[in-house]
């Protein structure tokens, strides 16, 4: 056999006996962390029971506490204490018995100062409490003491277990005339705790079980009290004959961190670990316990961290398997391996050059893109340019013949002028030179709405008074569609009221749909146009501008920002389309209603910030 493959077989054996080791730590490893995991989740359980059982302890007892301390300042019933009379006493009865029924108490009572009870809510029943005498109880001593008292104890005359409350009744003097006390039973309580299935019960400072989802548990110790002390109790009469022995399931350990109870011999639980929660109870010197069974989650977390390490180191130990049969193999493969790096290295330089060629393309294709994208810019530029000046030279007629007038009356104003200063009259000349002056203001204004008009460039968006640019758009087709303005209704629009967009360019829009509106009620008698605002927010407004004209065709309303599309015999079908690109352009909107009653365009413009 060559060495080799003998220290090879070698190496195989070594490795599987270590595999095996590190298998067995893992699986023990992986079970304690699930069984440490799994009782974590009891005890957090555990944890948010035990609070939610003491919050419901805690809620009966202040609800119960109450009821004392409005019956000792009950002036009936001091009445009754003060001077007991058969009408009174039986009053004070048929009271209680009332109290009983509505309250939920177990028993309500009133003892004198000697510790007879006078007047009891059973006062009806065979156990009834009326006559007896309870001046040994803690809770009629310390009440008569200190005014309020409280006392668990189970009751002489019903051998039922309760809380008693008590409080001291005086008369407006601050003399003490008897105590008032209410019993209160936990039945209900320890059956709700029975049907969770955890074991909880509830302990004084010495250790003895007072309340307790398990009945055979009561009045049992969780710890060792001395033969004298139980003695002691014992003579109180508090828990009767009880003897006070110790539970008899505790065995104590702790298991990372939690406080485990397992039982003895005697099977009073399951022969099972429970997680131990203890919580103080606020307002009492007791305290709640709540016992949660831990077995099954232990055995279940530990048979899924095990089931877990296996689903992890059986691929582990499959891929240390698989690199030692490779590490035998390597040798032989080295070469092939470096002739396939050649191999690769000669295609990833073909490839790069191939990719570099391609890349040279895209940004060629790229940069001819961008020059077609600037091209088309300047495209869209030159027809708004050309809509703007079509539509001065539409307009450039009617302000002609508004600029010859004023140049007229200059003329005769200025001729005026010559013949005052001739005669010597200053002032008459002076007022003269004013008239003009006034009338070549209102040249200017003409000219620089033209001016403005043909204005070529794109502006960025700046506030703009809607009114003056519906202002600017009337003007310059006052002189065309002269005979047309009578009809036209502008509604109310502040002239503060601004808008996004750059005048001219608005302007532009307004001509456009203006002009459209003034032809199309050409010729009818009863032809009108109204510009008015239909809705104003914070952030937005529309201005709707209507005629009463024809309407529009099907196939132009369908198609009415196509460009070229148009119902005009001389029309290029432009000037809607630029209209609706310049209001985009400035976050606005373009729409049109049309119907044989008419066409409504409706431009919504985004408001200026103040």
Not at 41 to 63: G, M, N, P, S, Y
Not at 242 to 250: E, M, Q, R, S
Not at 450 to 465: C, T, Y
């Amino acid at each position: 056999m060559p060495p080799f493959r003998s220290s090879s077989r070698t190496l195989w054996l070594i490795c599987a006996v270590v595999a095996v080791l590190l298998s067995g730590l893992a699986l023990f490893y992986a079970g304690e962390r699930g069984k440490i995991l799994a009782l974590n989740k009891v005890a957090e359980d555990a944890q948010t029971d035990a609070e939610l059982k003491r919050a419901l302890l805690i809620a009966v007892l202040d609800r119960s506490r109450t009821l004392p301390y409005v019956l000792g300042t009950d002036a009936e019933l001091a009445d009754t204490l003060q001077t007991p009379g058969p009408g009174s006493v039986n009053r004070l009865n048929e009271k209680l018995e009332a109290l009983h029924s509505g309250t939920g108490a177990s028993v309500i009572y009133v003892v004198n100062t000697e510790g007879l009870t006078i007047a009891a809510s059973n006062f009806r029943q065979p156990d009834s409490f009326v006559g007896s005498n309870y001046a040994f109880r803690e809770y009629f001593t310390g009440a008569m003491a200190s005014g309020t008292a409280e006392q668990y104890a189970l009751g002489n005359v019903s051998r039922r277990p309760g809380l008693y409350l008590s409080r001291r009744v005086d008369d407006a003097a601050g003399k003490p005339l008897g105590v008032v006390v209410v019993k209160v039973e936990f039945n209900e309580l320890e059956q709700d705790w029975q049907r969770s299935g955890r074991p909880t019960y509830v302990t004084d400072t010495r250790g003895i079980v007072l309340i307790t989802s398990r009945p055979d548990w009561r009045f049992f110790t969780i710890t060792d009290i001395p033969q004298q002390d139980r003695l002691a109790i014992r003579d109180s009469l508090q828990f009767g004959e009880a003897p006070l022995l110790p539970v008899p399931i505790w065995s104590l350990f702790d298991l990372d961190g939690h406080t485990m109870v397992a039982t003895d011999t005697s099977g009073a639980l399951p022969r099972q670990p429970h997680v131990a929660e203890t919580l103080p109870v606020p307002g009492t010197p007791w305290t709640l316990h709540l016992l949660a069974p831990a077995a099954a989650a232990m055995d279940a977390g530990t048979l899924q961290g095990r089931t877990t390490a296996v689903a992890f180191g059986l691929p582990l130990l499959a891929a240390a398997g698989f690199f030692l049969y490779r590490s035998g193999r390597a040798a032989r493969r080295t070469a092939e391996a470096k002739a396939a790096q050649a191999e690769l290295e000669r295609q990833v330089t073909l490839r790069t050059a191939e990719l570099t060629e391609a890349r040279d393309r895209l940004e060629a294709e790229i940069a001819e893109h961008h020059a077609t994208d600037i091209r088309l810019q300047g495209v869209q530029q030159d027809l708004v340019q050309a809509n703007r000046l079509a539509i001065l030279g539409q307009v450039a007629a009617g302000v002609a013949h508004e600029i010859n007038q004023p140049v007229a009356t200059i003329r005769a104003y200025a001729d005026n002028a010559k013949a005052f200063l001739d005669r010597g009259k200053a002032e008459t000349a002076k007022e003269n030179l004013g008239l003009i002056a006034e009338l070549t203001d209102r040249i200017g204004a003409i000219t620089g709405e033209l001016k403005g008009l043909a204005r070529k460039g794109r502006q960025a968006a700046e506030p703009v008074e809607l009114k003056a640019a519906i202002d600017g758009a009337l003007f310059l087709l006052k002189s065309r569609f002269a005979g047309s303005f009578d009809r036209l209704t502008i509604g109310d629009v502040p002239p503060d009221l601004q808008v996004l967009g750059q005048r001219i360019r608005l302007e532009q829009v307004l001509i456009n749909l203006l002009q459209n509106a003034l032809e199309a009620i050409e010729g009818k008698a009863n032809g009108a146009i109204t510009i008015e605002l239909t809705r104003l927010t914070d952030d937005e407004l529309d201005l709707a501008l209507s005629d009463t004209g024809p309407g529009l065709p099907a196939h132009v309303r369908d198609n009415l920002f196509i460009p070229f599309t148009t119902s005009k015999e001389a029309g290029l079908g432009l000037g809607l389309v630029i209209a609706r690109d310049i209001v985009t352009e400035y976050g606005g909107r373009l729409s049109v209603e049309t119907s044989a009653a008419g066409t409504t365009f409706t431009i919504t413009f985004k408001r200026a910030r103040a």
